[in-house]
């Protein structure tokens, strides 16, 4: 069992939908959590980062984790074309991260 | 303010043969990570630098190594070059001081094809 999974999609969304992105792990040890998002020939880049169960708040994001459930999602209100990018969940214990194979997202205007 | 820097940006090389990837640091970083990320697939942590030594390290075989400098830029050396090597090598660095509430910053990444 890996130790983080996410849906690899693709998820394909209409220019202004709700986009949910989710990944669940088995690892209770994880303590902090991330979203990154990853356009194409790029590196990963921080979008989101908390370390306790709730919803964390940043413009038109929404991290939200269940560690009850070990469950974490991101939720993108008013999806823009330039939001189209492989998303990228991560975790840590506090010194190494484990990703997810990360969920292509393309938004249609 | 610069991020982090990955050079370069492409390399090709041939079965057997040594590569060696360079990184510096996000200013005010002191704490390097090195990934390999095959296509379609997450990053896979190979390991992590702070003050010159190898602190972490993941599922990787001893063909990878590594180095950090005293200006805590960083190596990676990949022996041996394997097909299966083929991947873009990224580089993360975070500060040490709050690594445990401190989240990696990477750069573009290298992209290595073996032939």
């Known amino acids: 069992q890996k130790e983080v999974e996410q849906d690899p999609g693709p998820l394909s969304v209409p220019e202004g939908a709700i986009v949910s992105l989710n990944c669940t792990y088995s690892n209770s040890a994880f303590q902090y959590f991330m979203w990154y998002r990853q356009y194409s020939r790029k590196g990963p880049e921080l979008l989101m980062y908390t370390y306790s169960s709730g919803n964390k708040e940043d413009g038109r994001f929404t991290a939200q984790v269940d560690k009850s459930s070990k469950y974490i999602s991101l939720f993108i209100r008013d999806s823009q074309p330039s939001d189209s990018a492989t998303y990228l969940c991560a975790m840590s214990t506090g010194n190494q991260f484990y990703f997810g194979t990360g969920t292509s997202l393309t938004v249609i205007p | 303010d610069a991020g982090v820097t990955q050079s370069p940006t492409h390399l090709i090389k041939t079965r057997g043969q040594q590569v060696t990837l360079r990184c510096s640091p996000k200013?005010?970083?002191?704490?390097v990570s090195w990934y390999q990320q095959a296509l379609g697939q997450g990053p896979q942590f190979i390991f992590q630098y702070y003050e010159e030594e190898e602190r972490q390290r993941g599922n990787f075989p001893d063909r990878f190594s590594g180095h950090q400098f005293p200006n805590y830029s960083s190596e990676l050396n990949v022996n041996a070059l394997l097909l299966g090597d083929s991947a873009l090598y990224l580089c993360?660095?975070?500060?040490?001081?709050?690594?445990?509430?401190?989240?990696?910053?990477f750069g573009d990444g290298t992209r290595l094809s073996i032939l």
């Open positions: 993360a660095s975070s500060p040490r001081a709050g690594a445990i509430n401190q989240p990696q910053h």
């Open positions: 200013s005010g970083h002191d704490t």
